[in-house]
């Protein structure tokens, strides 16, 4: 997190004294990467004062129930609210609702899973503590590595992982270590998932407390409100984006968005991780068309339902407006002005 609203993110959490430095790190499975530890409650404060002062009007309780297609145009998005139902009629919709629920109700085409591959896993963190972080730090990789081995192989741990991030507030951590193969659109299956993910969590814990240095005193203490999803629907877009292009990289002239995150593949059965380093200076690019839908001409994606494949994902008024139209030159420079990085 170097530029761009991820950046202000940081910069706002610090202002409320709820993020700590940037932090370079190696995981329980032997990877180096980087964070930045936050509060997760103080986030939602940061969040809300964003929305607000970008002059937003939240509608926290609502749910899309229908979507009326007018040709290539998305007329009518129905909400249901605690209001009641309402039409809201759109110039342009952005669906950043991650299983892309607006352009699947508009019949939007999306991109199939790749022949061998599967949906990535959900997952649910939970909260343990506390915890003795200087007796906890100090076990090295390969012991935290092995640790993780020995426990996913006693069924312990759904996976074979200890990933954390202390919570700046406490003595904390929050754990990233459950494994959930399902299809997150099945509303049965995620409801199963979310029952299996807290027993996963409570298995967890209890490992954690029974064999890690500077756990022994510690408890679940919370889990989150929902499994985390990390793939569903795919958009196809008028670009989609591979791993080759983002390995290689290539530069892209209407590229409006900047990454440098390893792939990594989470396998839907199994303990394993597929983990692709990108390199310490290595960063690409992301083209303003993997964000337009096909056959859709006043709508726009963001977020993991992308024009993207697979292996590219785990790294990443009035009158109608033609997204399509769009002058990339002038949405890049828009962009660089209002602090956003484009070009890696």
């Known amino acids: 997190m170097v530029a761009g609203l991820a950046d202000e993110v940081v910069q706002r959490l610090r202002g409320y004294e709820a993020a700590g430095e940037r932090q370079v790190f190696v995981m329980s499975i032997g ?3 980087d964070r930045v530890e936050c509060a997760p409650e103080v986030l939602k404060l940061v969040l809300d004062d964003m929305v607000t002062e970008a002059g937003v009007q939240p509608m926290l309780h609502a749910q899309v129930c229908d979507v009326v297609r007018e040709g290539e145009r998305i007329h009518t998005v129905r909400l249901l609210t605690k209001s009641g139902v309402i039409d809201v009629h759109p110039r342009v919709v952005i669906d950043i609702s991650g299983d892309i629920d607006v352009l699947h109700r508009a019949g939007a085409r999306f991109l199939s899973v790749e022949e061998g591959d599967a949906l990535q896993p959900a997952t649910m963190m939970f909260r343990f503590g506390a915890i003795d972080f200087d ?3 100090a076990t ?3 012991e935290t590595k092995a640790l993780a081995r020995q426990a996913f192989e006693s069924g312990e741990l759904a996976r074979a992982a200890l990933h954390s991030s202390r919570d700046p507030y406490s003595s904390d951590g929050w754990f990233n270590i459950s494994r959930l193969g399902i299809d997150a659109t099945d509303a049965t299956a995620l409801s199963q998932a979310e029952i299996e993910g807290r027993r996963q ?4 814990a209890g490992y954690l407390r029974r064999a890690l240095p500077g756990c022994e005193d510690g408890r679940l203490r919370a889990l989150v ?3 985390g999803i990390r793939e569903t629907r795919r958009v196809e877009g008028e670009h989609v984006l591979t791993a080759q292009e ?3 990289p290539v530069v892209f002239a209407d590229g409006i968005a900047c990454g440098a995150y390893p792939i990594d593949i989470y396998p839907a059965a199994g303990g394993e991780l597929i983990y692709s380093s990108m390199g310490d ?6 083209p303003y068309r993997s964000f337009i839908p096909k056959g859709i001409s006043n709508a726009l994606v963001a977020g993991r339902g992308i024009s993207a494949t697979h292996a590219a994902l785990a790294c990443e008024g009035e009158g109608a407006v033609n997204v399509r139209s769009v002058d990339a030159a002038r949405l890049r420079d828009a962009l ?3 602090g956003a990085l484009v070009d890696p």
Request: glycine content about 4%; proline content about 4%.
């Open 31 to 33: 990877h180096q990467m």
């Open 281 to 286: 200076d290595h960063a690409y690019q992301i």
């Open 135 to 137: 007796r906890f730090d």
């Open 140 to 142: 090295t990789p390969a």
């Open 225 to 227: 409100r929902q499994v």
């Open 201 to 204: 969590a409570r298995k967890a």
């Open 246 to 248: 983002l390995t290689q």
């Open 336 to 338: 660089v002005a209002g």
